[in-house]
């Protein structure tokens, strides 16, 4: 039985779990066990001779892990105030391609303020002239 045959080990060793345990302590209390059980994880299946330093290594960055866990989350509302013409009906629509990037020649209308969404329906004239008329 080579080395590479050799099976991973379950366990990390006591200096890397001493330093995720470090690492851990110095995150929030709210993302402490999650971090804790996936960085054991991340250790587990790593060889054993690059454990310690991949411990170390999150160790280094556990204040820049902190820092963003203690962010409040980025998220994006619609505005909350509505411009006096779109309140009325009175809409600026733009026409836009669509973001589908297989179906480009299709198009919709945004209001450029509101951000309205309308769908327009367009119909191929081609399909209207090669069908002799008829609808099929």
């Given amino acids: 039985m080579t080395a590479r045959d050799e099976p991973l080990t379950t366990r990390p060793g006591p200096l890397s779990s001493g330093l995720i345990v470090v690492t851990c302590r110095l995150l929030p209390a709210h993302a402490r066990d999650r971090y ?37 989350p980025m998220t994006t509302t619609a ?37 309205k969404f309308k769908e327009t329906n367009e119909y191929e004239k081609a399909t209207w002239v090669r069908n002799g008329g008829l609808m099929g």
């Fill in 36 to 72: 804790y059980d996936e960085f054991r994880a991340d250790l587990c299946y790593l060889p054993w001779t690059t454990r310690t330093a991949h411990a170390a290594g999150l160790l280094l960055a556990a204040l820049s892990l902190r820092r963003a866990l203690q962010e409040p």
């Fill in 79 to 115: 505005p909350t105030n509505v411009y006096w013409k779109c309140r009325i009906g009175k809409h600026h629509y733009q026409t836009v391609n669509d973001d589908n990037p297989e179906n480009r020649r299709s198009t919709h209308l945004e209001c450029t303020r509101c951000l």
